[in-house]
């Protein structure tokens, strides 16, 4: 069971970062590069793309837009990660949530300038029973001091649409929670 799940999630972020990439395109990104062709597990990232002049390092999210039972909202997507051994070391060393979470930011911000780029985000909330997803796009520092993305349907009206409520037949029953 666990192993079908490691399978459905990979296949679901996988997806969304096709997504994700075609519909830079659409909205006039240029130069879109999937990172994870160049390097397998990219820090952070997985797309970059540029826009109006402006390169952007970009964390491509997917998620199922219901939890499962799809009786509630997934109202936040993980966007920074620090792994749980990293996480409760700097909790021993007497680190609250909030300088975790802005030594994480600061990562990202080093591999972004590092790739001469703003660090951004895209989120791909997946509905697989009707085959639908949406596509948001915003930056990182818009979030705070935040390692997540709001999600609510009040959050998705101040980010960039890049898709609403899109048909696509690469979304399969197969990925629901």
């Known amino acids: 069971m666990l192993l079908q799940s490691v399978e459905r999630t990979s296949e679901l972020g996988s997806l969304g970062e096709r997504l994700a990439a075609e519909c830079l395109a659409r909205a006039g990104f240029s130069e879109v590069v999937n990172l994870n062709c160049v390097r397998r597990h990219y820090p952070f990232a997985d797309l970059i793309g540029v826009r109006n002049n402006v390169r952007f390092l970009i964390g491509v999210k997917t998620r199922n837009e219901m939890r499962r039972g ?12 620090v792994s749980n051994p990293k996480n409760q070391a700097l909790k021993l060393q007497g680190r609250t949530v909030e300088e975790i979470t802005r030594m994480a930011l600061e990562e990202v911000h080093q591999l972004a300038r590092a790739e001469r780029a703003k660090p951004a985000w895209i989120t791909v909330p997946i509905n697989a029973t009707t085959a639908t997803f949406s596509a948001y796009f915003g930056l990182l520092d818009d979030l705070g001091c935040r390692r997540s993305v709001p999600m609510t349907y009040e959050a998705r009206r101040r980010y960039l649409a890049l898709a609403e409520e899109r048909h696509d037949d690469r979304i399969a029953p197969h990925l629901l929670n």
Not at 70 to 81: C, D, W
């Open 70 to 81: 799809r009786l509630k909202m997934n109202e936040a997507y993980n966007l920074v990660l």
